[in-house]
């Protein structure tokens, strides 16, 4: 593979790639979400049935989004056309309204920055990436999944609330953790630190594994 066709694909905690697109709801920019979370996410093609049911998922769950401070914005390399087709035909026959935006990306411009496209997957069809962009414009998150398997929207919701919750305890979460249980303290840095933290308060079990509930 040539150096000029190598993909680079973005990096967390490093800026998301930014970008200006159609979209089902006019003209979007990653400046425009600036003071809000964004999840961007992209699907293989309009018009198939696992990329069908997504879009209900995350149409379904869009208010409790919305109540996080999260928008959520689409992507596939299909026209806006066949984007406006979709969506009225989801309304249609599964009485759903996608109420969010979903970006027109013919030249792969927005996949290729976000590392969207796999040629092991597809040369012209996005696989399904979700990307979680802070307030800042910063990459948080990336997660990918395979053609053939739709994804968790209430994993997504988890990840978020603890994403949130990291960044406003200074703290860390255990698997599969959600709200109401208890978090890490972050382990200590210097021996004398560690010295101390048993008697600091947390539930030790030992030095480096500490945790407290919120």
Excluded at 8 to 32: I, V
Excluded at 170 to 176: D, K, L, Q, R, Y
Aim: aromatic share 10%.
């Amino acid at each position: 593979m040539s150096e000029s066709t190598v993909q680079t694909l973005p990096r967390l905690n490093e800026p998301a790639p930014a970008f200006k697109a159609r979209t089902t709801h006019g003209e979007k920019s990653l400046a425009d979400y600036k003071g809000k979370w964004l999840i961007l996410f992209s699907h293989p093609a309009d018009f198939t049935p696992v990329c069908t049911t997504e879009f209900m998922a995350f149409a379904k769950a869009a208010d409790t989004f919305k109540a996080m401070n999260c928008e959520l914005l689409g992507l596939s390399i299909d026209s806006l056309f066949s984007h406006l087709a979709w969506t009225r035909n989801i309304q249609e026959k599964f009485g759903v309204t996608i109420p969010f935006p979903i970006i027109e990306d013919i030249k792969m411009e927005v996949a290729s920055a976000y590392g969207m496209v796999h040629p092991g997957a597809a040369d012209t069809q996005a696989v399904r990436a979700t990307f979680f962009i802070d307030p800042n414009g910063i990459l948080r998150a990336m997660v990918y999944y395979p053609m053939s398997n739709g994804r968790s929207i209430p994993e997504f919701i988890r990840l978020l609330q603890a994403m949130q919750t990291s960044d406003k305890n200074a703290v860390a979460t255990p698997e599969g953790w959600t709200p109401g249980c208890d978090v890490i303290v972050p382990p200590p840095k210097t021996d004398a630190d560690a010295a101390k933290r048993a008697s600091e308060g947390y539930k030790t079990v030992d030095w480096y594994f500490s945790t407290k509930s919120l």
